[in-house]
């Protein structure tokens, strides 16, 4: 509705109109006449920069006038001051001013209620046209509004003369609002996480501190290159070698992560959101710098805390320093692991940050709905002050139930202080809505304060609830329990979460094995299954449990296995408790976790035996075991015929001494499983009984541990494989097994090996330094293998018989590349070269 010119008079007298010098005759049927003032103002500089203030001049219109030229802008602005903060201001020029081809604004004729001062014109003509001090040049009018009021307090509030465009003042503000949105925002979880999207949707009804997000593309966009290429290639080894590198996996991402910062421009745009959210004063407020990871809070599971927050950050370089912290905790080793532990290997950055206004609460914690599964109860866990050192769980809370506070009416007997009993009856009202509104029972992270006498409960966090409490699970001192892996039943209730397949493996295949050899008085590795939560490895009394049931063991390091995704992991045994706290440091503190503990017996020889021909054959290292088994170290071998005749090298002795034992357990063990290899390893006096595999079709003779590995002939160009410490790394990996039952293909590093062979005009005979279990991914695909040396009882060499393709260990070093070779009994032949087709003769084991 627009106001006449009755109404203007009126509403100027009464003073909710601005007009001032106020001219009676200047008022039209439905507007004011507005006068032109004596300043105009003209940009000096071209193209103009909306980012930047733009240089100009200043011109004073003269008696005689000024003429405006075509085509050029002129800033002027009205003689009046004009505006009022109860209508809404449009103004346009006066027609005979327009029939001179003169335009008073070219895009902006609608004002802001609440805005008062001069207005500034932009003055534009098709003519030249001569202007004059105080001619009148347009109208305002004035419009009633409907609905709320909110006033102008914007930039140019109260201009005197013609104003230039600040828009350079608002554009790194607007930006800023566009790249950091606020809780008014429209919630997205795939951008600023679910934290940050479950406080947006909370704060439409609840108290919530004001706060902003950092979404996850800022930390993708601020990772360089480089450092994302180096991510995926630590990430890749990874899941090749299911953690079995963990220790170096983790220094070297840290090591990258160190150089994540927050970009020059991401950190003026952070000052600029702070002003515009917490004000002019934000310099001097507080701040929480939270995360919000995209994969965190959902329905499924919570990581919660595995990610980096920071309280009392103050300042604006403060706020971007504790942003860099955040990014660089999603790299962190308790992030990491938890990420792989839930099978989740890619390193983009998938983490946002919020920056919330610190709030000084006098009591502090967490509510549950439903955490027994009664979604009508409310328990809540609450500490003087902050909560944080109660969401680690190192600080002792007081526990309240909604019944507990009922009870207080009937004077029950509780520890809740009846001074904290309006805020906790607040929490718990609190919590019941957010449960009502969201459909599911909620973790509410809560602050109270007293206003104006009153507790005001604020929310910090709100998300589902992923865990339950249960009862009767497996007792011990602040939630651990221990079992012997191969002898003992697990305690009753005891859960071994993703650890729990790997248990099964084990101990289905090799708790009898191990009871059999205990049995026949062979010795065997110590092992456990032990169960405990974050807040247990805290615990003096539990550590020290821990630390006595792992000194029964006889080696000065362990394996640890926590799941499909992370396993064998070796570390000295006096740093189990440091590792454990390190992939589970993350988790909320009494949340419940499983790990297998092995003896990891390095030993002076690994040794694998088995029975062949109706003799034994019996294949030893000082590598150890594991290279024995996978194929990075060569071997000899102690070769039993079937009428008792023994072959054996110089150094078999301490294998010889004990030869009885090995004989009977191999034997007892192949009446019960078939045909098998034993694994072994010869520490000091005493051989230890590790694993064995059952090998089904698979024959060797007591012959064949020598030259040859694989039985066959083949014949193909040599290609020789070079890079050793990638093919060690990635067969040292757990991954990498008889039964190849995990594809490690995806590993940028192998996948460039198949893609390199299968380049090759023909199959080819590969040629390697060592028998390499890695190389299993290269069956189908070659012709067959020549090793600098080998050994017929390792990983590949099982897997190639079964496969039927033929191998040797025979020296090739002087052959190059390309020359076509021929492998038959034993023994490997070069028949032609590329540069002298002519044979260079028969290589056989011996050279």
């Known amino acids: 509705m627009i106001l006449t010119g009755s109404e203007i008079v009126r509403e100027r007298a009464a003073g909710r109109i601005t007009i001032d010098p106020f001219e009676p005759s200047q008022v039209n049927p439905n507007s004011y006449n507005f006068r032109l003032g004596p300043v105009l103002r003209v940009y000096t500089q071209s193209p103009l920069d909306p980012r930047t203030a733009n240089s100009y001049e200043e ?42 081809g003169m335009f008073i604004n070219l895009s902006a004729s609608l004002g802001d209620i609440g805005y008062e001062g001069q207005w500034t014109l932009q003055l534009f003509t098709v003519n030249r046209v001569r202007v004059y001090l105080g001619m009148n040049i347009g109208q305002m009018m004035w419009w009633k509004p409907q609905g709320e009021v909110d006033l102008y307090d914007g930039k140019y509030q109260g201009s005197v003369g013609p104003r230039s465009s600040d828009i350079h003042r608002d554009f790194h503000r607007h930006l800023a609002r566009h790249r ?36 996850a593309s800022e930390f993708a966009g601020a990772v360089e290159p480089a450092a994302l290429t180096g991510m995926h290639e630590v990430f890749g080894e990874l899941r090749a070698t299911v953690g079995a590198f963990l220790t170096e996996s983790m220094d070297r991402i840290s090591r990258i992560a160190e150089g994540i910062r927050v970009p020059g421009g991401t950190r003026r745009l952070i000052a600029e959101r702070l002003i515009d959210v917490f004000g002019s004063g934000a ?160 973790d509410l992270e809560w ?3 007293t206003e104006h006498g009153r507790p005001a409960v604020h929310v910090i966090q709100v998300r589902p609830v992923t865990a ?64 405990f939560t974050p807040r247990a490895l805290l615990d003096p009394e539990s550590v020290r449990r821990l630390e006595t049931t792992l000194a029964g063991g006889r080696a000065p390091e362990c394996v640890l296995d926590l799941g499909e995704t992370l396993r064998q992991i070796v570390v000295p045994r006096e740093q189990v408790l440091t590792r454990l706290r390190q992939v589970t440091g993350g988790f909320p503190a ?46 000899q071998a102690v070769v039993v015929n079937a009428d008792g005749g023994i072959t054996a090298p110089p150094d078999a002795g301490p294998v010889l001494r004990h030869l009885d034992t090995v004989r009977r357990l191999t034997a007892a063990m192949e009446r019960r499983y078939g045909q098998l290899t034993l694994e072994w390893v010869l520490s000091g006096d005493d051989l230890v009984f590790v694993d064995y595999s059952v090998l089904g079709a698979d024959q060797i003779t007591t012959g064949a541990a020598g030259a040859s590995i694989s039985p066959g002939t083949a014949s193909g160009p040599v290609h020789t494989l070079h890079d050793d410490e990638l093919l060690t790394r990635l067969s040292v990996g757990p991954a990498v097994s008889i039964d190849r039952t995990r594809d490690v293909t995806q590993y940028e590093g192998l996948a460039r090996l198949i893609d390199e062979v299968s380049a090759l005009p023909e199959p080819p005979v590969v040629r390697a330094a060592r028998p390499y279990a ?11 293998f020549v090793f600098d040396q080998g050994s017929a009882l390792c990983h590949l060499a099982i897997l190639l018989r079964e496969a039927g393709v033929p191998a040797v260990a025979a020296g090739l070093t002087e052959v190059p590349d390309g020359a076509q070779a021929v492998i038959a009994d034993g023994s490997v032949t070069v028949v032609s070269l590329s540069r002298n087709p002519d044979p260079t003769g028969r290589l056989d084991g011996s050279r």
């Open 59 to 100: 011109v004073r219109i003269p008696d005689e006038g000024y003429v405006l030229e075509p085509g050029r802008l002129y800033l002027a602005h009205t003689e009046e001051v004009l505006g009022g903060r109860y209508y809404a201001p449009t103004f346009a020029a006066r027609s005979s001013v327009a029939r001179l």
């Open 180 to 215: 950091f949105p606020g809780l008014e925002a429209e919630p997205d979880p795939d951008r600023t996480g679910a934290k940050f999207a479950s406080l947006a949707t909370a704060s439409r009804g609840h108290p919530v501190p004001p706060a902003f997000a950092v979404p």
């Open 283 to 442: 310099g001097d407020l507080r701040f929480a710098v939270r995360s919000s990871g995209l994969d965190e809070d959902s329905a499924s599971g919570s990581l919660a805390g595995v990610h980096q927050s920071l309280l009392g950050v103050r300042g604006a370089d403060g706020v971007a320093d504790a942003v860099e912290e955040c990014w660089r905790s999603y790299y962190s080793p308790p992030a990491v692991a938890a990420r792989v532990r839930a099978g989740d290997f890619d390193p983009m950055p998938r983490l946002a940050v919020f920056v919330q206004r610190m709030v000084d609460p006098e009591l502090a914690g967490v509510a549950f709905t439903g955490l027994d599964g009664d979604s009508s109860v409310v328990t809540v866990e609450y500490v003087e002050g902050l909560a944080e050192q109660l969401v680690a769980g190192t600080a002792q809370a007081t526990s309240v139930t909604s019944a507990d506070l009922n009870s207080l009416d009937a004077q029950h007997r509780t520890d809740v202080d009846d001074s904290h009993r309006p805020a906790l009856t607040e929490v718990i009202t609190l919590a019941r809505r957010l449960r009502t509104e969201r459909g599911h029972d909620v």
């Open 447 to 449: 602050a109270a304060t």
């Open 468 to 531: 339950r409490r249960t009862a009767g699970g497996p007792g011990g001192p602040a939630g651990l329990w221990t079992s012997r892996l191969y002898h003992d039943q697990l305690p009753p209730g005891a859960a071994l979460h993703e650890v729990e397949a790997v248990y099964t493996g084990y101990t289905a295949k090799r708790g009898p094995a191990h009871q059999l050899a205990a049995s026949l008085g062979v010795t065997t590795g110590a092992g456990w299954v032990i169960g």
């Open 590 to 635: 009494d949340s419940e976790h499983a790990v297998l503990v092995r003896d990891f017996v390095r030993g002076d020889l690994g040794v694998i035996s088995r029975a062949a021909g109706g003799g034994l054959v019996v294949e030893y290292t000082p590598e150890g075991l594991l290279a024995l088994n996978r194929g990075t170290a060569g071997a």
């Open 774 to 784: 890695v190389l299993s991914v290269l069956i189908g695909q070659v012709a067959g």
